[in-house]
């Protein structure tokens, strides 16, 4: 089984970047959803604000963030940890957030077209989910704004199995996956516990339960049916946490290494 892609996503919500070269440790991928936009005083993904996926966030050399939006002139963010402090509910869990300034607010804001402010973790915390199937990452310290689990992985032959049942195809965007591999059956990832490159062990957590992010194209912002119409005929479980429509496995490592695109994964 192969690395085809390496995706990270800055900004929760907005577009990812694709990485041929990537550091990785107990949190995640470098750089992967440091930052996430409050609406309304709480974290918002692109069921709330849809225009997210017109924001590109791309790291530059000195760790800055350059943000781009059509019909808008770049804005260049230096992450500070000087900004107001306050607190967020995530899973029931208060967690300190450091805001980002007015500057960026107003950008963002105007980029959306929605009230929003951008904020980062004040420090990481002792991640908590109360279900069972995410006992492996409890506790996990975690500074990123990750849903379940630090890392979500999904298959091509997946994908290619999922679009001969549909009239059109998907790309593997609309889930938002950090790893991308070939040479896995098609859902063999459910099974899949292990995938070790070079000095790099993940471990496979559970799957990854779908929502109706998956829906919406992402790079206009419109909502489909699919593929949760089609998915959810042939991949809903039952005892489900969010919905039970699965695709992609959620995974953790205790490790701290590199990953690169045509690494091989090896089942140990």
């Not at 692109?46 to 760790?63: A, F, H, R, Y």
């Not at 990123?144 to 890392?151: E, G, L, T, Y």
């Not at 099974?191 to 992402?218: G, H, K, P, W």
Request: a negative charge; charged letters at 20%.
């Amino acid at each position: 089984m192969q690395i085809t892609d390496l995706i990270i996503y800055p900004v929760k919500g907005a577009r990812g970047c694709s990485l041929q070269q990537a550091s990785i440790g107990p949190m995640g991928l470098q750089g992967d959803r440091i930052f996430t936009l409050l609406f309304e005083g709480k974290l918002a993904n692109q069921k709330q604000v849809p225009k997210l996926v017109e924001i590109q966030p791309t790291w530059l050399s000195d760790g800055s963030l350059s943000l781009s939006h059509d019909g808008m002139q770049d804005f260049t963010l230096t992450p500070s940890p000087m900004g107001k402090h306050k607190s967020v509910d995530i899973y029931s869990q208060q967690v300190p957030i450091i805001d980002q300034g007015e500057d960026v607010a107003k950008w963002f804001s105007a980029a959306t077209g929605q009230d929003v402010r951008l904020v980062m973790m004040a420090e990481a915390v002792d991640w908590f989910l109360p279900l069972p199937e995410f006992a492996s990452v409890h506790g996990q310290k975690q500074a990123k704004f990750v849903d379940a689990a630090p890392i979500l992985l999904t298959n091509q032959n997946s994908l290619k199995d999922l679009n001969e049942r549909l009239t059109i195809d998907v790309p593997m965007e609309r889930f938002r996956a950090n790893i991308v591999v070939s040479g896995l059956a098609a859902y063999e990832e459910d099974q899949q516990q292990n995938y070790r490159a070079a000095d790099v062990l993940l471990t496979r957590v559970t799957v990854c339960e779908r929502c109706i992010v998956t829906t919406m194209d992402q790079q206009d912002g419109t909502m489909k049916k699919e593929p949760l119409k089609t998915l959810s005929k042939y991949r809903k479980r039952a005892n489900d946490y969010a919905g039970g429509i699965v695709f992609g496995s959620y995974l953790t490592t205790q490790d701290a290494g590199r990953l690169n695109v045509g690494d091989i994964f090896h089942n140990s």
